[in-house]
């Protein structure tokens, strides 16, 4: 019984805690990071964001420098929907038409696991850290 609080502890934990995307440059030139926190599901990312807002973010159009490699960094995001994925993979549609690389870092075994299902793994590379991520 004790261990079933605990696990609904946590679930809770993840509920309350709100999505949000930080942006930072990398440490090799034209790399840029993009922070996901928090669930990365329809109800929480546009419980915080519009759809508009969102896309603006993971956008580099006004960038003064293209950028040559985006890192989604989802150490943070402890599930996604498949309303996340999406946004994982138009955001991969827009870099590769522009010849940005994208490279999904620090992701956990239930995220792999959903890249993996949808066959995602062989299309966006992915990186066991940021760090790995950013020195390629």
């Not at 261990?3 to 930080?22: C, D, H, L, Y």
């Not at 440490?27 to 669930?39: D, E, M, Q, S, Y």
């Not at 989802?74 to 994982?88: A, H, Q």
Request: glycine share 8%.
């Amino acid at each position: 019984m004790i261990g079933r609080r605990v696990r609904m502890t946590q679930a809770q934990i993840w509920k309350n805690s709100p999505f949000s995307i930080e942006r930072t440059e990398g440490k090799a030139p034209g790399t840029v990071i993009f922070r996901l926190c928090g669930p990365f599901t329809a109800r929480d990312m546009y419980g915080s964001l519009t759809p508009i807002e969102l896309q603006n973010m993971l956008d580099f159009q006004s960038a003064p420098e293209p950028p040559v490699l985006n890192i989604l960094d989802l150490t943070e995001v402890p599930y996604m929907d498949s309303t996340g994925l999406g946004m994982i993979v138009k955001h991969y549609v827009r870099c590769h038409g522009k010849g940005v690389r994208v490279i999904a870092a620090g992701a956990n075994a239930r995220v792999l696991e959903l890249f993996k299902l949808t066959r995602m793994d062989g299309v966006i590379a992915t990186a066991g850290t940021v760090d790995d991520a950013d020195i390629r």
